[in-house]
DNA sequence: AGGTTCATGTAACCCGTTACATGATTTC
DNA sequence: GAAATCATGTAACGGGTTACATGAACCT
């Protein structure tokens, strides 16, 4: 079970098709009109990658013909491709996945309600707060006995590593607390 | 005046050695002992990075002999090396720069001091404020219009998004005071 | 004598960027 | 009739990841 060559492109793809199938136009716009406007919309990096996600089997086209409109190529989530996303997921949360920005641990979690549910966006959540408070105090203590001999733009620079972390982790204390909320509502 | 072909991991590079020579085997233990840990230590990318560089004039390389130790290969920032680097920090800073994340613009600003002086730095931060508080609200809209239809999780990924320019902005503010407060002394 | 650290590389692979290309349909 | 939008591709290029490879010096 291992997860053979999506790349973070591919598993937002993924992701935003479990919503509802759409074309690679679809999804150019998509990114382009969302805050999901961080990924490229590039016709060359979503048509093939649209294309690789097919190979595997984790997506499957058809053509769309429409009466006066433009014919187009509609993408839909195989059941490979929606475990493929759960198993993505699910994977623990390792020190190197909050080292190496936050961003896809923050893209892994947008889709999970629709996915897998909020029992295991909670568990989600309280691992990542577990990794994120464990990281953060080698960062505050580098910066303790460094930063006197660092330039004040290095050492401002740091101070905003350690600012962000923080305010990741208050941000996922108050997203289990929405979420324990909205279990009590069951 | 262009920045022809040089990667992330490149300039990182030439802001590290601006400080003081180094062969790859210490900018490998750089990064991996440092907050710079974001970037990979591989020999993979290092090795190759540090001799495109040496190609393109930016750095230049001798071998260092030392008894009983190991020799090895020290690199040092050419004029053109310098020149570059300021050439890339001083670049306008525009909305594609804050959306595409903003860890290229904090690695912009983090060798500032050294390479353009206060002045500069000053300058940056007060474009860098500038450009998020005009992002910002497009985000917040956003969020006002399509929060209600979205996923828990959706939302919440958003939120954190917001949370994040908003304590980046912060920091911005904060940062122009501490130089605000060092050119006092002047 | 054997394992760790120092030190530098190479090569295959994947994929994102940029640019180019095409054609239909809609709008003014 | 021209420009913008819809819609889908291809191809060259660059560079990061991973894995493989080598050898000297140091420590026990």
């Avoid at 947008?110 to 996915?115: G, K, T």
Wanted: avoid cysteine; glycine fraction near 8%.
């Amino acid at each position: 079970m291992k997860g053979l060559g999506v790349s973070v492109l591919g598993y937002a793809l993924l992701g935003v098709l479990q919503q509802q199938d759409r074309s690679g136009y679809d999804l150019r716009k998509f990114f382009s009109a969302t805050p999901m406007i961080s990924f490229s919309d590039s016709p060359g990096s979503i048509y093939p990658a649209l294309r690789r996600l097919e190979e595997r089997g984790l997506v499957k086209s058809r053509i769309q013909e429409r009466s006066g409109l433009h014919r187009r190529r509609l993408y839909r989530l195989t059941p490979a491709g929606a475990a493929e996303l759960r198993r993505w997921q699910k994977q623990p949360i390792v020190r190197d996945d909050i080292i190496r920005g936050t961003a896809e641990l923050m893209l892994r979690f947008s889709f999970m309600d629709q996915s897998l549910g909020p029992a295991e966006a909670l568990r989600f959540l309280t691992a990542f707060k577990a990794e994120l408070a464990a990281y953060i105090p080698s960062l505050r203590s580098f910066l303790e006995e460094n930063g006197k001999y660092m330039a004040l733009s290095g050492r401002l620079a740091l101070e905003n590593g350690i600012n962000a972390y923080e305010s990741l982790l208050d941000w996922a204390r108050n997203a289990i607390k929405s979420y324990e909320k909205s279990q009590e509502r069951d």
